[in-house]
């Protein structure tokens, strides 16, 4: 309970956003209470069985440190140098996401890391309450009521300010919608997806190369597969929710049973069938994911509510960068509060000082949010459909070659989204020009025989300013 103290914040969602703020908070003298609708996983073995990974990038990495916690979130993530392709005929091809080993990503267990961060935030002086889902809030009397769900007990409580990191589903955010004012909008991807495992070796080791990202690109389907650090790999198969009409490729609606999924393993990804000796367990236990983008007019209720994360901004998987843009609206939100919220403020004044917080926060993280959105559906488009095609291995050679001969200012878009940390939206305005020279210099060849790179130079030069954190 918050109210009267101008030093306390009430958060909802005790995930990976959630975790974060609350240490990131409690360092700054905050008084933070989370209340999180699951178990403590720490005690109940969250969902423990199946290992459901995430990619760690820079952006994530550079929250973590923030928070002092990096060290230990990394002793447990496996390196990925690059997307490891597997064709249809077996055949292997590894494309490297960066230089050198020191432009990689990192797969991270999202249960351990969960932990870890609860950890990290009860440790900070946070206090979590477990079991207790955010049902209602009246904005106006300053209270909301939980609900254990084990048995349904209600729990009221009054609140200052409410943090919503309570995820995709929100129910904060349902509550400022139902409030007024704020224009929801979620387009649903016409495409679900199924995680199935590989598990380890006979030995207890990795059966595939444990040091990339796989996938199995197949056009408008695909799998992918990201290492765990105790020799099993989580499989993500993606598929549309319903055939076209124009082919026999799979559909969550044309594959139903588990004999059907063998079928289609053994026509696809027969390389991935013979890994995953469960697949008709997982198939049939575990239920198709929805995907979609959260479209959010605004973020916050003056200074009464705000949210972060998935809660304000879903996206797709496809860049990896949900949980990384989450981390960085996390330190973002703590700094916007150090600046407008000074530590001994009266209590008539602590609100209009945690609204200019939350408009500052939401007007620097709404723009990037929205560009890793868009290049999130991009990214899909890409991985599923493009990363075996040769017009798309000419484009990334010679961006690789110019990178080479301009560093600073020719980076390549994966790298300025996974390996920096410039603000979203600018790298998607400078992905964007890039593209187009790639497109317009490789249209027609074959080879990078003959480009003229005086006149690319010329271009760069002057589309291009020097990016400073460019190496
Ligand atoms: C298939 C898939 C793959 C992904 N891969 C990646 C990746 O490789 N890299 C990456 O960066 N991102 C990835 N993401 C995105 C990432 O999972 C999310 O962006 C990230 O989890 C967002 O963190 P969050 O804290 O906002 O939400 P969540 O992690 O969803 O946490 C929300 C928390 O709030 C709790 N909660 C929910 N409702 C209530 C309530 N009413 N009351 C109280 N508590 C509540 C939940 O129990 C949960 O603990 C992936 C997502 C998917 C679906």
């Given amino acids: 309970m918050d109210t009267g103290d101008t030093r306390a914040l009430t958060l909802i969602g005790a995930g990976l956003a959630g975790s974060l703020l609350a240490i990131l908070l409690s360092q700054r003298g905050w008084k933070v209470t989370v209340y999180e609708r699951r178990g403590d996983p720490r005690v109940k073995g969250y969902e423990r069985g199946r290992s459901i990974n995430l990619a760690l990038a820079e952006r994530g990495r550079l929250a973590l440190r923030a928070a002092g916690v990096e060290d230990a979130v990394m002793a447990q993530a496996v390196m990925m140098r690059g997307r490891m392709i597997h064709g249809l005929d077996g055949t292997l091809q590894l494309q490297r996401y960066g230089r050198d080993d020191s432009e990689v990503i990192w797969s991270v267990h999202r249960a351990d890391l ?14 979590i309450h477990f079991h207790r889902r955010l049902h209602t809030v009246d904005f106006d009397a300053g209270t909301a009521r939980l609900i254990d769900d ?7 409580i009054r609140f ?11 129910a904060l955010r349902a509550e400022m919608v139902r409030r007024g004012g ?39 389907y695909m799998c992918i597969a990201l290492p765990n650090d105790e020799g099993t790999f989580t499989v993500t198969l993606f598929l549309p929710n319903l055939p076209a009409p ?9 594959v139903r049973s588990g004999a059907e999924v063998r079928a ?24 198709p994911g929805l995907l979609g983008t959260l479209y959010l007019d605004r973020w916050h209720l003056d200074g009464r509510a705000v949210l972060l994360g998935d809660a304000a901004h879903a996206m797709v998987p496809f860049h990896g960068q949900g949980m990384n843009c989450a981390f960085e609206d996390c330190v973002a939100l703590a700094e916007a509060l150090d600046r407008h919220v000074p530590v001994t403020v009266p209590p008539g004044l602590a609100r209009r000082a945690l609204e200019r917080a939350f408009a500052a926060f939401q007007a620097e993280r709404k723009p990037n949010a929205a560009a890793i959105q868009a290049m999130a559906l ?5 991985m599923r459909d493009r990363v075996d095609d040769a017009d798309f291995l000419l484009q990334r050679e010679l961006e690789r070659a110019l990178q080479r001969r301009h560093p600073q200012r020719f980076v390549p878009h994966y790298t300025m989204v996974t390996f920096m940390h410039i603000p979203y939206a600018q790298a998607l305005a400078r992905s964007q020009v890039q593209h187009a020279i790639l497109v317009e210099a490789t249209t027609g060849r074959r080879d990078l ?12 030069e002057q589309q291009l300013p020097e990016l400073e954190q460019a190496r």
Avoid: C, M
């Fill in 150 to 156: 084990r048995d349904d007990q209600p729990q009221d």
């Fill in 246 to 254: 124009d082919s026999d490729d799979p559909s969550f609606a044309s």
């Fill in 449 to 460: 025989d003959g480009i003229d790179w005086d006149t690319l130079a010329r271009t760069i």
């Fill in 264 to 287: 289609l393993f053994a026509r696809d990804f027969p390389d991935a069938l013979a890994l995953i000796p469960d697949l008709e367990r997982d198939w049939e236990h575990h239920p």
């Fill in 160 to 170: 200052g300010t409410l943090i919503g990191s309570d995820g995709a589903g929100s």
């Fill in 114 to 127: 969960n932990v870890t961060l609860l950890e990290a935030a009860e440790r900070a002086g946070a206090t």
């Fill in 378 to 382: 991009d990214n899909y488009i890409e």
């Fill in 182 to 220: 704020f224009e929801e909008v979620t387009e649903f991807l016409d495409h679900s997806y199924k995680e199935l495992t590989i598990p380890p070796g006979p030995d207890g080791g990795f059966l595939i190369e444990p040091n990339a990202l796989h996938i199995w690109p197949r056009g408008r």
